[in-house]
Each structure stands twice: as C-alpha cells, then as structure tokens.
C-alpha cells in the first residue's frame, strides 16, 4: 500500500492536487489520466456517501494519483471507515483542541501509535495483498501507520494558537491550511493580506518546518502555487473539479460563440 503522495513530499517534489466535489468513479478515474499527484474527495462539504468514496478510490487505483479524503467530522466512525475503503490521507476539518487531535490520532492510528480498530478491509485486500502477513500483526500495523496520514486542518482561531503542540502530536503526519475559515476565524473574511492573516501563515509554516511535518496550502489560482512552494508547502491543493469543469466549460463557450 505504498502512498505515492508520501514518497514524492519525501524526496521534495511539488504536489498538487484538487479537491473533488462532483463524485462519481468516472471523475477519480479521470484524474489518472491529468499530471496531479493527488486527489482530495471531500466529503466534508461533498455528497459522497462511503460507498462511492470506495468506488472512486478503485477506480484511481488505475493510475498513480493518491487518494486522500476530507472528512465530514472527527467520529471514530468517519475515520475508521474511511481508511477501510483504502484512503491513504485523511484531512480533518474544524480542528479546535489538542485532545480533539490526540483522540484523532488514537482512531486513525494502530498500535503503539494509536487504538484504531483492526480490521483488515479493502485498504488490505481483505487481509489477502501480497503485502499483508496475517501472521505478523504489528508489521502490519506498522505498514499502515507509515503509509496512511493523519493531515489535521489548521483553520480556527483555536487551532492556530495551539499548533505547535498539534504537530509535535506523534502520529500527526501534517497540516492543510484552510485559508477561508482561518480568515474568518482571525476578524477579518476573505482577507489573506492582512498582517494577522500573514503572521498565522507564517507560524503554522514554522510550526511544520521545526516539526518535520508535511504541509499542504490551498489555493484557486495556479500562479499563487510558486509563493506557497518557496514559503516551504509540501503539497498545493489547487480548486476543484467543479471548480475548474465551469471555468473550462465557461472558455470554450465563449471561444465557440466568438
């Protein structure tokens, strides 16, 4: 189950990534034929159910894009299910707390990390991939740990003023900034030039960077991507797909019509 997205960070590629609103297998495998390292089904903000977050997930199985998934809340149900089906990074919203982040940890963690509940599901093949020996539990564990990321999203006033103990948190893979909510949360909406807003951004880089963690930006335009990489992102999540299926759609209308 090796997590392609994981190794790429690793050895300091640029990662970039939408999220996916619109659902459906033939979106995810679609994605495998387009240039991004990862995809995020957001089921937060999505109408996805878990059934059709398993099937986009064996249908980019094809290709070499990552799937992560944006919870909708931090349940042990929503985490525990979610890495069944076989996503490799889990984003999760509405952080507010460090013990929110710890119980995190111990639901998509197995030991000695965390509680996560065995189970070996499709993330495994049901117990029957070529890398899975039954007979030694906690390398499996171990493997799964490894490769399947905790990614908390830093996007409260709350969170922020914790966040050095959030990445300090063993089991803690990374951050994803969520920039809309942080703006609100800080005053000041849909302002990312105030020095507030600027001063967050700079503390949560500097948080991940001392902790040796991985941390993921957003953004609608290609062109901020380059500021985020040079800040020290390790991975952009660049619009979605619906998102970018109006703004396409919208151009070659317009080009057709002349």
């Given at each position: 189950?090796k997590n ?10 640029k ?15 679609a ?5 991004a ?14 059934e ?5 997930i ?6 070499e894009?990552?799937?992560?998934a ?11 299910k ?7 990074a ?10 929110e ?7 998509g963690?197995?030991f000695p990390?965390g ?35 905790i990614i ?16 300090g ?27 507030e ?22 953004t ?39």
């Open positions: 189950m392609l997205l994981r190794e790429k960070m690793l050895r300091g590629e990662c970039v990534g939408p999220f996916i609103w619109m659902g459906g297998a033939s979106v995810a495998e994605m495998t034929f387009t240039n390292d990862f995809m995020i089904l957001d089921t937060e903000h999505g109408v996805f159910d878990i059709s977050v398993q099937s986009m064996r249908a980019a199985q094809k290709g894009v990552t799937c992560c944006r919870i909708k809340d931090c349940s042990r149900p929503s985490v525990l979610m890495l069944d089906v076989g996503a490799q889990l984003i999760i919203p509405d952080v507010r707390s460090v013990e982040v710890r119980q995190l940890v111990r639901y963690k197995y990390v509680e996560r509940g065995v189970a070996f599901a499709g993330q495994c093949g049901y117990g029957y991939a070529d890398w899975v020996d039954k007979g030694d539990l906690q390398g499996f564990f171990d493997i799964c740990n490894r490769e399947t990321l908390p999203q830093c996007e409260t006033k709350e969170c922020l003023e914790v966040i050095e103990e959030v990445v948190i063993d089991g803690v893979d990374g951050i994803f900034i969520g920039p809309y909510d942080l703006s609100v949360g800080l005053g000041a909406p849909g302002k990312f030039d105030t020095p807003f600027r001063a967050a951004m700079s503390r949560i880089y500097k948080a991940c960077k001392d902790a040796g963690k991985f941390l993921f930006a957003f609608f335009d290609p062109a901020d991507c380059k500021k985020f990489f040079d800040m020290g992102a390790t991975a952009v999540c660049l619009s979605s797909d619906v998102d970018t299926f109006i703004n396409s759609m919208k151009k070659m209308i317009e080009e057709a019509k002349g």
